[in-house]
Structures are given as structure tokens and as C-alpha cells.
């Protein structure tokens, strides 16, 4: 079986920890609802991918996916 744990891929040149999913991400996103953990998900990957350091990309990615859950409720969008 694939271990994503296990692999890499580069960001800026450098050797990197895969990025995260829904079965593996960071602590700090357990709380969240799927969907708002989802989006932070691919949100702090985004970054990570464009270079930024792991934990400010984690901070940015929990903050926007919140506003974006926001404005969604805001608007009575389905959030899938």
C-alpha cells in the first residue's frame, strides 16, 4: 500500500514532505468541519507548493479556509 507519509515531492528546489490530505494533516486542523479542512487543506498545499515555509503556510491555510466558509454561509452557498 502507498504511505503517503512516506513521500516527497519539491518545492523551490528543495526536498520536501509530501502534502497533506484528508487522512494526514496537521494537528492544528482536527477541529475544523470537513469541508472548512478540506479547503484549508488545499489551501496550505498551494502554498507550500509556491514556497512558503509549513507552518505559515498551515496558519494562512486554517484562516482562509475559514473566510471562505464564511462567505459561503454569507451567500447560502452549498459548502461541499
Do not use: T
Not at 10 to 38: H, I
Not at 41 to 48: K, M, R
Amino acid at each position: 500500500m502507498f504511505d503517503f507519509r512516506q513521500s516527497r515531492f519539491r518545492v523551490a528546489g528543495a526536498l520536501c514532505a509530501m502534502p497533506w490530505n484528508e487522512g494526514y494533516y496537521p494537528v492544528s486542523m482536527k477541529n475544523l468541519p470537513l469541508a472548512v479542512r478540506r479547503k484549508a487543506i488545499e489551501i496550505a498545499n498551494a502554498l507550500l507548493e509556491s514556497g512558503h515555509p509549513e507552518g505559515q503556510a498551515i496558519r494562512i491555510g486554517i484562516a482562509r479556509s475559514k473566510q471562505w466558509a464564511a462567505r459561503a454561509a454569507r451567500a447560502r452557498l452549498p459548502v461541499r
